[in-house]
């Protein structure tokens, strides 16, 4: 009959209202899953990032802190009580103060204590010329480096324990080619420091005998400059002074030095 009909009808058509409701239902409750996941994901990521980044950050605090406590503290000179000391101590940049050389660079500027280090040597000598006891004697550079700007620039950056630029201690630098006859004479009439009142530190054996010939007193530091060279070339010196001599033009190597002592 007509109303049985009209029923079933009816609940056909709410059965499939029914079925499409619940299908939409579970459409919308699985994007919300996916998103609320998503959203769990992101975070979950985040946290582990910045766990990361902060156990990074501590590892590498912990390392500079390690260092900073492992590293050496300067040495200072030790000289004979009332030993002559020079006027006027001359260095050379490359292989001398400083390592690798600039040429070396291949066009690359190079960074204070990342390309170019000080040697531990050169950090003693700078060291003790900063301090107390060398107030009346003065530091030159004397240098054949072609790349004047980056060794200027790097004189600026090299900083001491107390952060003092060593740029400071140097009164007269010299830094072009040419023969260390010519920087050492500049060095002489601008400083106004006889050459017997000087001393050279050099990597380069026809750099120390240009020195020589004028008369002033050169270290061999084939190597690059070391506390040896510089605690032993000033005993050097000071002998040499105690002879009351006028002309020091002599070159002194690392075995001459321990010899003397």
Same mark, same amino acid.
């Given at each position: 009959?007509?109303?049985?009909?009209?029923?079933?009808?009816? $609940?056909?058509?709410?059965?499939?209202?029914?079925?499409?409701?619940?299908?939409?239902?579970?459409?919308?409750?699985?994007?919300?899953?996916?998103?609320?996941?998503?959203?769990?994901? +992101?975070?979950? #990521?985040? $946290?582990?990032?910045?766990?990361?980044?902060?156990?990074?950050?501590? +590892?590498?605090?912990?390392?500079?802190?390690? !260092?900073? !406590?492992? !590293?050496?503290?300067?040495?200072? &000179?030790?000289?004979?009580?009332?030993?002559?000391?020079?006027? $006027?101590?001359?260095?050379?940049?490359?292989?001398?103060?400083?390592?690798?050389?600039?040429?070396?660079?291949?066009?690359? !500027?190079?960074?204070?204590?990342?390309?170019?280090? /000080?040697?531990?040597? &050169?950090?003693?000598?700078?060291?003790?010329?900063?301090?107390?006891?060398?107030?009346?004697?003065?530091?030159?550079?004397? #240098?054949?480096?072609?790349?004047?700007?980056? &060794? @200027?620039? /790097?004189?600026?950056?090299?900083? /001491?324990?107390?952060?003092? #630029?060593?740029?400071?201690?140097?009164?007269?630098?010299?830094?072009?080619?040419?023969?260390?006859?010519?920087?050492?004479?500049?060095?002489?009439?601008?400083?106004?420091?006889?050459?017997?009142?000087?001393?050279?530190?050099?990597?380069?054996?026809?750099?120390?005998?240009?020195?020589?010939?004028?008369?002033?007193?050169?270290?061999?530091?084939?190597?690059?400059?070391?506390?040896?060279?510089?605690?032993?070339?000033?005993?050097?010196?000071?002998?040499?002074?105690?002879?009351?001599? #006028?002309?020091?033009?002599?070159?002194? +190597?690392?075995?001459?030095?321990? @010899?003397?002592?």
């Amino acid at each position: 009959c007509r109303p049985q009909r009209r029923c079933r009808a009816i $609940l056909r058509l709410v059965a499939k209202i029914a079925r499409r409701v619940h299908n939409v239902c579970a459409r919308i409750a699985w994007t919300v899953m996916r998103v609320v996941a998503c959203m769990l994901l +992101t975070h979950a #990521s985040a $946290l582990l990032r910045s766990s990361g980044l902060r156990r990074a950050s501590a +590892t590498a605090l912990h390392a500079k802190k390690r !260092k900073a !406590k492992n !590293k050496e503290p300067p040495k200072r &000179a030790e000289l004979p009580k009332g030993a002559a000391r020079p006027k $006027l101590i001359v260095f050379d940049l490359d292989n001398t103060l400083w390592q690798p050389e600039l040429y070396q660079m291949r066009g690359k !500027k190079p960074k204070a204590n990342k390309d170019i280090k /000080l040697t531990a040597g &050169a950090l003693d000598a700078l060291h003790d010329l900063a301090g107390e006891g060398w107030e009346k004697t003065q530091a030159a550079v004397a #240098s054949r480096a072609t790349a004047t700007d980056w &060794a @200027e620039k /790097l004189l600026a950056d090299f900083k /001491l324990d107390h952060g003092q #630029s060593i740029a400071t201690l140097f009164s007269y630098r010299e830094i072009y080619e040419g023969n260390k006859r010519k920087h050492l004479q500049r060095i002489r009439e601008a400083s106004g420091v006889a050459y017997c009142d000087m001393i050279f530190f050099d990597d380069y054996t026809e750099n120390l005998g240009d020195a020589a010939h004028l008369g002033v007193m050169g270290v061999h530091c084939p190597r690059g400059l070391t506390h040896e060279h510089w605690e032993g070339g000033l005993r050097a010196y000071a002998r040499l002074k105690a002879q009351d001599t #006028s002309f020091m033009g002599r070159m002194f +190597t690392l075995r001459d030095l321990r @010899e003397a002592d």
